[in-house]
C-alpha cells in the first residue's frame, strides 16, 4: 500500500504527516500488540529499544538510559562510530525481549550501544546532508572493485549520519581479499570503512519488488529467518520442475516453496511408500502422481494415454496381492467426487431453415453488380484514343474563348460614358454611326483586351460625300 492511499489519517506515533498508518511505507515494519496492555511491574519492562535504518533495510538494537519513553515512529540519535548515527524507533516494549531471544542476544550486554537524545533539527540537516551521497559512493565503489578485478558484487553503501563512516554490504560467492580495496576507499571517500556480506535473499530484500504472486517480495516485507530450500520441496507438492518458475527475483529457489511444505508432509504420511509400480494381467501400471486433497493415487498403463484414478485402500489392497503373486484383471478407478455443482449446459433449439437470407442475398447481389459495372465504365474510359478525347474537348474549346474575347472586348469607361450620351441623343448620330454595329472581337491573337478595329473611332479620310438632301438644305 502507497503512502497516502488507505485514508485512515494521520498516523499518531511515526509522525509521516498523513502516511499509510500499516506501515507499508517503511519495510519490514512491526506492529506492537502489547502496547496498549497494561502491566503489574512497570519497572521490570524492556529497556532495548529496536532501531530501523534506511526504511527497514537494517535494524538494531540499542539501550534506552535516559528517562525519556520513545513511541514508535520518532527520529532518536544514537551512539555511532566516533559520533553519532540517526534511526527510527521500530518497536518497543516486551516485544523487543522476545526479539531478542530470537537472536540469541542478551539483554544486559555490554556491547549493546545506547540512546544519546530525541534527534534535533542540526542532527536532521546533517543525516539530510550526507544521505544523497550514498548512490555516487555505490557507482564509484563497483568501479574501483572492478579494477581490482574482485569477484564481489557491490549491493548497497550505508553512510552514518555525521558522514565518518561508510559501511559497503556486498555478495561474493566465495571469500574475497579486499584489503587494498578498504584502503582505496577510504583515500577516496575519507570515511571509515566496514565491509559486510550478504546474501542473495538479503540483497533482493534491500532493494525491494513484486513477486510472481503479485505481492510485494516476503523478504522486503516481514521475512528475515532465510532457511534452504532445495527441490525436493517442490517434488513433495506435486510441481514441476521449472527452473524459471520456481526461482525467485534473487535467482535462488523460492522461499515461500517451504510455507506449505508440513501440510504437504503430514499428508503424505497415509499414503503408500512402495506403490509406484502395480503388477496386472494387462501389464504394469506406474504411478503418475498423488493427490493429497482427495486422497487419490493416480496411475497410467501401457498403451494408454488415459491416467487412472485409485483409492489409497485400492492400492494397499492390489499392493498385498502383487506380495502373494496374484494380479488383477484390470485397475478399479475410483469415483471422483466434486463439491461443485455440475453446470447444466443450456437447450439449443435446431432452428436451421427456419430463418431465410434472401433478402441479404438480394442486397449482396445488387451492391456486388453495380460495384462491378463501375469497374467497367472506369476500364471503358481509359481505353478511348487522345483524338476522340480532343474532338469532344473542341467545342468546349471554342466557348471559353468566346467567353474570354468577350471580356476583353468590353470598351473603356470613357467609351461607355459616349455611347450613353448617344443612345439619350439619337440625332447627333451620323449616318455609318447610326447603322454601325460594334463587331465582336473573335481574334484570339488579342489577349491583352485592346479595343479591336471595330471599336476604333473612323479615321479621317478625305472629304466625307454628302447626300443630295443635304444640298438641297444648303440652296
Known amino acids: 500500500m502507497a503512502c497516502g492511499s488507505c485514508g485512515t489519517g494521520t498516523p499518531g506515533g511515526c509522525q509521516s504527516k498523513g502516511s499509510c498508518s500499516t506501515g507499508a511505507c517503511n519495510r519490514m515494519n512491526v506492529h506492537d500488540w502489547l502496547a496498549n496492555l497494561p502491566f503489574a511491574d512497570p519497572e521490570s519492562s524492556c529497556r532495548i529499544v529496536e532501531v530501523s535504518f534506511n526504511n527497514g533495510s537494517r535494524k538494531d ?28 524507533v521500530n518497536l518497543t516494549g516486551e516485544l523487543v525481549r522476545l526479539q531478542l531471544k530470537k537472536n540469541n542476544i542478551d539483554e544486559k550486554s555490554a556491547d549493546i550501544k545506547k540512546i544519546l537524545r530525541r534527534a534535533t533539527e542540526t542532527d536532521l540537516a546533517k543525516m539530510a546532508e550526507n544521505k544523497p551521497k550514498e548512490a555516487g559512493m555505490l557507482i564509484r565503489s563497483r568501479a574501483m572493485a572492478r579494477v581490482l578485478n574482485l569477484e564481489l558484487k557491490m549491493a548497497e553503501v550505508e553512510l552514518q549520519a555525521d558522514g565518518r563512516k561508510a559501511t559497503f554490504f556486498y555478495i561474493a560467492d566465495d571469500r574475497v581479499d579486499f584489503r587494498e580495496l578498504i584502503k582505496q576507499y577510504a583515500t577516496e571517500f575519507k570515511v571509515k570503512v566496514e565491509m ?40 513433495y507438492q506435486n510441481l514441476s520442475i521449472n527452473q524459471t518458475k520456481l526461482s525467485g527475483q534473487c535467482g535462488r529457489l523460492k522461499c515461500c516453496l517451504n510455507y506449505e511444505l508440513d501440510t504437504y508432509m ?16 494387462k501389464g504394469r501400471a506406474f504411478l503418475v502422481k498423488k ?11 501401457p498403451g494408454s494415454a488415459a491416467h487412472v484414478p485409485l483409492a489409497l485402500d485400492t492400492v494397499k489392497k492390489i499392493k498385498a496381492q502383487n506380495k502373494d503373486g496374484i494380479k488383477p484383471d484390470e485397475l478399479e478407478a475410483a469415483e471422483i467426487v466434486t463439491s461443485k455443482p455440475k453446470e447444466i449446459e443450456p437447450e439449443y433449439a435446431d432452428i436451421v431453415g427456419q430463418i431465410s437470407l434472401n433478402s441479404l442475398e438480394k442486397t449482396t447481389r445488387k451492391r456486388r453488380d453495380r460495384e462491378r459495372s463501375q469497374q467497367q465504365n472506369q476500364q471503358r474510359g481509359t481505353q478511348q484514343n487522345p483524338s476522340q ?5 473542341q467545342p468546349q474549346q471554342r466557348q471559353q474563348a468566346q467567353g474570354r474575347n468577350s ?8 467609351q461607355q460614358r459616349d455611347q450613353q450620351q448617344r443612345s439619350q441623343n439619337p440625332n447627333q448620330r451620323g449616318p455609318q454611326q447610326q447603322g454601325a454595329r460594334q463587331p465582336q472581337n473573335r481574334n484570339p491573337n488579342n489577349p491583352q483586351g485592346r479595343p479591336s478595329q471595330g471599336n476604333r473611332p473612323p479615321a479621317n479620310r478625305g472629304p466625307r460625300k454628302e447626300e443630295p438632301g443635304a444640298e438641297r438644305d444648303k440652296n
Open 407 to 414: 471580356q476583353n472586348a468590353q470598351p473603356g469607361e470613357q
Open 291 to 301: 493427490d493429497i486433497f482427495k486422497n487419490l493415487m493416480w496411475y497410467s498403463m
Open 266 to 281: 503430514d499428508a503424505l504420511q497415509f499414503f503408500p511408500l512402495d506403490a509406484d509400480v502395480l503388477e496386472t494381467v
Open 196 to 235: 559486510r556480506q550478504i546474501g542473495a535473499r538479503q540483497e533482493a530484500g534491500k532493494v525491494g519488488g513484486i513477486g510472481s504472486c503479485g505481492r510485494e517480495l516476503c523478504c522486503a516485507t516481514w521475512l528475515t529467518d532465510f532457511k534452504s530450500v532445495n527441490t525436493n520441496a517442490a517434488r
Open 389 to 393: 478525347r480532343s474532338t469532344q474537348n
Open 61 to 88: 538494537y540499542f539501550k534506552n538510559t535516559t528517562l525519556h519513553y520513545y513511541e514508535k515512529g520518532e527520529m532518536i540519535a544514537l551512539e555511532g562510530v566516533n559520533g553519532f548515527d540517526v534511526g527510527m
